[in-house]
C-alpha cells in the first residue's frame, strides 16, 4: 500500500481537523492515536494521520515521538510527510515547532521546507509574516495569554528564527499573486541562499492553492489544516489519487446509540440541556463517584434499561457536564485532578461495559473524556467519515470481538451546534 499524505499532528483534536478537511477534499483518511505498532492493519486509504501530543511536551520527546511517527510513515511508503500544528502556531522559543521540523527535514534530506499555518476559512491570515486571528494581530488575539504557550510575538519569521539555528524566510502575498511558479521560483531563489525554513503569506483560499501547487513534491510541508484543504486539488492533478465517490463512506452504523459528556465548555452545556428536552439522561456527580455509593452501577442500569427498550431507539446521555459553579464545588472538596481523574475513569469504564453490551453508535463529548474513552476501548485507528459540524466527523473504530466496526464521534468541548447530539445520530443514517 502507499499512502499520498502521512501526517504527523501535534495533538488530538488538531489531528481530527486535518484529516476531516482531508476527507471532505475526496481523500480516504484514517487517524491513528500515537505511532501505531509496525503491523497494524489498514484499509485503502490515500492519507494517514498519526495524532501525537507533542505540542507541549519538552523539545527532546516532541522530536523522538515525531521521528518515530516518520519512520511509521516511511516504512508504508508516502509520498509527502505533513507537519500539522496549530493555525495560531502554538509553540515556545524552546519549540516545537521549530526543532520537529528540523527534526523531520534531516530525517528525510529535504533543503527546504515551508511553514503555512493560515486557516482563512477560520479568519486566521498571515500577511508579511504577521500572523491574524479575525482582525487582531496574533498577540493582541487572546493568545498572548494562554496557559501552556503564551504567543506574545505575530512576527512568525522571528517566532520561528528563535526555535532553529537554521535561518528563516518569507513568500509574501506580492508573490503569491504571481503564481505558483514565481513563488517556486522564489522559493528556490531562498534555498540557495541556504533558508530552510519559509513562512508563507496566506489571505485567503487562493494563497492556498497557489502555495500547494509550489510545493507537492517538496518530501515536508507543515502548517494548519487549511493547507490540508487545498493539496488534495494538486495531489489529484499528479494523478496520485484514486477516483473515489465518497472519500467518507463509511460501513453502515450498527448497534444502540449512546452520548456521554464529560465536557463542561459553554456550548457542550447548551447542547446537553437541549438534548435532555426531548431525551433520557443520566447525571454523574464527582462527588457521589468519590463516595463510590453505587452511582456508577446506577448509570449503567439507566442505560441499560433505555438502550434495551424496544419503543426507544434514540440515544440516551449520561454526563458530568455542568456549571462552572459547581465544578468548582467539585474540585475545591476533591482537588481538580481527582475531580477530573473521577469523571474519565467513570465515562470509561462505562465506555467499555455498554459497548461490549451492544452500543455500536458512540458520541463522546469533552477532549480529556474522548482521550479516555478511546484508551479504555484501546482504539488504535479512527477512519474518517462525514462531518458532522465543523471539525467533528464521524469515525469508525475496529473492536476486538465486535463483528461491525464502532461507529464514534469525538467532539471537543467548544465544537457543534445546539443540536449535536440528536443531529449527528440523523447525520449517520
Ligand atoms: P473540553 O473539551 O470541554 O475541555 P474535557 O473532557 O477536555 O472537555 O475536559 C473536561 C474535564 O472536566 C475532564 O477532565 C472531566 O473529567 C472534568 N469534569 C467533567 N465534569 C466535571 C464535574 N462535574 N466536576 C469536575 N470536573 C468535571
Known amino acids: 500500500m502507499s499512502i499520498v499524505l502521512g501526517a504527523i499532528a501535534d495533538d488530538f483534536t488538531g489531528a481530527t481537523d486535518l484529516?476531516?478537511?482531508?476527507?471532505?477534499?475526496?481523500?480516504?483518511?484514517?487517524?491513528?492515536?500515537?505511532?501505531?505498532?509496525?503491523?497494524?492493519?489498514?484499509?485503502?486509504?490515500?492519507?494517514?494521520?498519526?495524532?501525537l501530543k507533542s505540542r507541549s511536551t519538552p523539545a527532546p520527546q516532541a522530536v523522538t515521538d515525531s521521528l518515530a511517527a516518520l519512520a511509521w510513515l516511511q516504512a508504508h511508503g508516502t509520498h509527502q510527510i505533513f507537519f500539522k500544528y496549530c493555525s495560531t502556531f502554538d509553540s515556545t522559543d524552546q519549540g516545537?515547532?521549530?526543532?520537529?521540523?528540523?527534526?523531520?527535514?534531516?530525517?528525510?534530506?529535504?533543503?527546504?521546507?515551508?511553514?503555512?499555518?493560515?486557516?482563512?476559512?477560520?479568519?486566521?491570515?498571515?500577511?508579511?509574516?504577521?500572523?491574524?486571528?479575525?482582525?487582531?494581530?496574533?498577540?493582541?488575539?487572546?493568545?498572548?495569554?494562554?496557559?501552556?504557550?503564551?504567543?506574545?510575538?505575530?512576527?512568525?519569521?522571528?517566532?520561528?528564527?528563535?526555535?532553529?539555528?537554521?535561518?528563516?524566510?518569507?513568500?509574501?502575498h506580492e508573490v503569491e499573486a504571481q503564481g505558483s511558479r514565481a513563488v517556486r521560483e522564489h522559493l528556490d531563489h531562498l534555498a540557495g541562499q541556504g533558508v530552510r525554513h519559509v513562512i508563507c503569506d496566506t489571505l485567503d483560499e487562493a494563497d492556498l492553492e497557489i502555495l500547494a501547487g509550489a510545493i507537492v513534491d517538496y518530501p515536508l510541508v507543515t502548517?494548519?489544516?487549511?493547507?490540508?484543504?487545498?493539496?488534495?486539488?494538486e495531489y489529484r492533478r499528479q494523478g496520485w489519487l484514486q477516483d473515489v465517490t465518497?472519500?467518507?463512506?463509511?460501513?453502515?452504523?450498527?448497534?444502540a446509540p449512546l452520548v456521554l459528556s464529560g465536557s463542561c465548555s459553554r456550548a457542550t452545556l447548551a447542547q446537553v440541556e437541549h438534548f435532555l428536552a426531548s431525551h433520557p439522561g443520566y447525571e454523574l456527580d464527582p462527588l457521589a463517584l468519590a463516595e463510590d455509593n453505587g452511582?456508577?452501577?446506577?448509570?449503567?442500569?439507566?442505560?441499560?434499561?433505555?438502550?434495551?427498550?424496544?419503543?426507544?431507539?434514540?440515544?440516551?446521555?449520561?454526563?458530568?457536564?455542568?456549571t462552572p459553579e459547581r465544578v468548582k464545588q467539585a474540585q475545591k472538596?476533591?482537588?481538580?485532578?481527582?475531580?477530573?481523574?473521577?469523571?474519565?475513569?467513570?465515562?470509561?469504564?462505562?465506555?467499555?461495559t455498554l459497548v461490549q453490551e451492544g452500543v455500536g453508535r458512540l458520541l463522546v463529548a469533552g477532549g480529556e473524556t474522548s482521550g479516555a474513552v478511546v484508551s479504555a476501548l484501546n482504539i488504535q485507528q479512527l477512519r474518517i467519515g462525514h462531518q458532522i459540524d465543523p471539525g467533528v466527523p464521524w469515525t469508525q473504530a475496529p473492536i476486538a470481538g465486535r463483528a461491525a466496526p464502532l461507529s464514534l464521534a469525538l467532539k471537543s468541548g467548544n465544537f457543534g451546534e445546539i443540536d449535536f447530539f440528536t443531529r449527528a445520530f440523523e447525520v449517520l443514517k
Open 96 to 172: 516545537n515547532i521549530g526543532p520537529v521540523s528540523d527534526a523531520l527535514l534531516e530525517r528525510l534530506g529535504g533543503r527546504q521546507t515551508v511553514m503555512v499555518p493560515a486557516f482563512p476559512l477560520n479568519r486566521r491570515t498571515v500577511y508579511q509574516g504577521h500572523l491574524f486571528v479575525g482582525d487582531r494581530l496574533l498577540n493582541d488575539s487572546g493568545m498572548e495569554h494562554h496557559p501552556l504557550n503564551p504567543m506574545c510575538d505575530a512576527d512568525l519569521v522571528r517566532v520561528l528564527s528563535r526555535q532553529t539555528s537554521h535561518s528563516v524566510g518569507l513568500v509574501s
Open 246 to 255: 465518497d472519500a467518507g463512506r463509511l460501513a453502515p452504523a450498527e448497534g
Open 19 to 51: 484529516a476531516n478537511n482531508l476527507v471532505r477534499a475526496g481523500m480516504r483518511c484514517v487517524q491513528v492515536i500515537g505511532v501505531p505498532p509496525h503491523d497494524l492493519a489498514l484499509e485503502d486509504v490515500d492519507a494517514v494521520v498519526v495524532a
Open 223 to 233: 502548517g494548519g489544516s487549511g493547507l490540508g484543504q487545498a493539496l488534495p486539488v
Open 333 to 352: 472538596a476533591l482537588g481538580t485532578e481527582a475531580a477530573g481523574r473521577l469523571v474519565e475513569d467513570a465515562m470509561a469504564s462505562l465506555a467499555r
Open 295 to 322: 452511582q456508577l452501577e446506577d448509570a449503567l442500569a439507566f442505560a441499560r434499561t433505555h438502550l434495551q427498550d424496544a419503543d426507544n431507539d434514540g440515544p440516551v446521555l449520561i454526563y458530568a457536564s455542568t
